[in-house]
């Protein structure tokens, strides 16, 4: 069994975080600090944790900002130098962001020097809700700095729904303002700073389908393999829901003239096991097809109605008169991000973007 995520921030790594601090502070409570951070963590969650260490932070450091962040900084790792790393500046991270914004400029440049060491977006975020405008100024001239993580932060530190932080209601009202930092860092050289370029495009598109369709679609002309990548993942979420600009995008038009069968292996399912079955479609038309086909378990929930959930399954292009058969397991078993109930289920089978066969199948719960 994995380690519990809380154990990230533990009594040991409190003490080597305060260590640092104290090589680069000498009027700092080294003691204090550690006695403070601990008092009662074992028995908190992840940011339960990390709060802690924060006030413990609040209350061993200077009241004034630039002082702080002087010490902070210092602390951090520099030419082979350890310092304050990894899950130790989550709650550098909070500190920042409750005492930076006061101290813009400052605050946003320790932002920027700490997230080669572990990462600022969390931290940067209260800055670009307290000044938008003038938080994305200082953003965009980050987008060609030569620190890789550095140029991240640009793009996920102003994903409207970062996972885990605050969210940032202009952003999701309105994303327009970001997207010239995406587009600056559409071409990155590094994987790791276009794959967040996709999830801030993806995020959008929740809100804002024609915006991202649109988007995407003017970029997407001679565009490289790796650009490619980027536009379609960040399509994901249109794509599934069968958005026709976003099909169109990647030449999956309507299907003309198609036969698709669905055939179970059998119509009851015990749980823990899984559902086979069988997808054949035909091209009945006169001209080639490129076809995205997805399936669609239609879960009960627990009041009995059905939710759908899409998953992935095959990109093919037919021929006319030519067929092409997919055989498939979905496993029915236990995960930690759905709740499973007995009952009548439903697949669908989606083929670009649009329901082509289904049948329902029945769960069975074991005793």
């Not at 028995?43 to 002082?67: N, V």
């Not at 500046?89 to 700490?114: C, E, M, S, T, W």
């Amino acid at each position: 069994m994995p380690e519990p995520l809380k154990n990230l921030l533990h009594e040991a790594l409190v003490g080597d975080m305060a260590d640092h601090i104290a090589a680069n502070a000498p009027s700092f409570d080294r003691d204090r600090f550690v006695n403070l951070a601990t008092d009662g963590l074992a028995a908190l969650e992840l940011m339960e944790r990390s709060s802690l260490i924060r006030d413990a932070l609040f209350a061993t450091f200077p009241d004034d900002f630039p002082e702080a962040a002087a010490i902070l900084k210092a602390s951090l790792p520099v030419a082979g130098k350890p310092g304050l790393s990894g899950w130790m500046l989550l709650p550098v991270n909070q500190f920042i962001a409750a005492r930076g914004p006061d101290h813009f400029d400052l605050g946003l440049d320790l932002l920027k020097a700490l997230t080669p060491h572990f990462t600022a977006e969390y931290g940067i975020r209260p800055f670009i809700h307290r000044d938008q405008q003038r938080a994305l100024a200082i953003i965009s001239g980050w987008v060609g700095d030569p620190d890789r993580h550095v140029r991240r932060l640009a793009s996920e530190g102003t994903r409207p729904r970062l996972p885990w932080a605050m969210r940032l209601p202009q952003l999701v009202k309105d994303p327009a303002p970001i997207l010239p930092i995406l587009t600056a860092l559409m071409d990155d050289p590094e994987d790791y700073v276009r794959r967040s370029v996709a999830n801030s495009l993806n995020d959008i598109a929740k809100d804002h389908p024609d915006l991202v369709a649109a988007f995407i679609g003017g970029h997407i002309e001679s565009a490289s393999p790796e650009r490619r990548w980027l536009l379609k993942h960040a399509s994901r979420t249109l794509l599934k829901k069968g958005h026709a600009r976003a099909l169109a995008n990647f030449g999956f038009g309507a299907a003309a003239s198609l036969a698709c069968e669905l055939r179970l292996a059998k119509d009851e399912v015990l749980f823990g096991e899984g559902l086979d079955f069988e997808i054949r479609v035909t091209n009945a038309g006169e001209t080639t097809q490129s076809l995205m086909i997805d399936y669609a378990i239609h879960h009960v929930k627990a009041d009995g109605s059905l939710s759908p959930k899409v998953f992935k399954c095959k990109t093919i292009s037919l021929a006319p008169g030519q067929n092409h058969a997919i055989e498939r397991r979905h496993a029915m078993r236990p995960i930690t991000t759905r709740r499973y109930y007995p009952g009548e289920h439903r697949i669908a089978i989606l083929v670009n973007g649009a329901e082509s066969a289904s049948q329902s199948f029945v769960l069975v719960m074991p005793n």
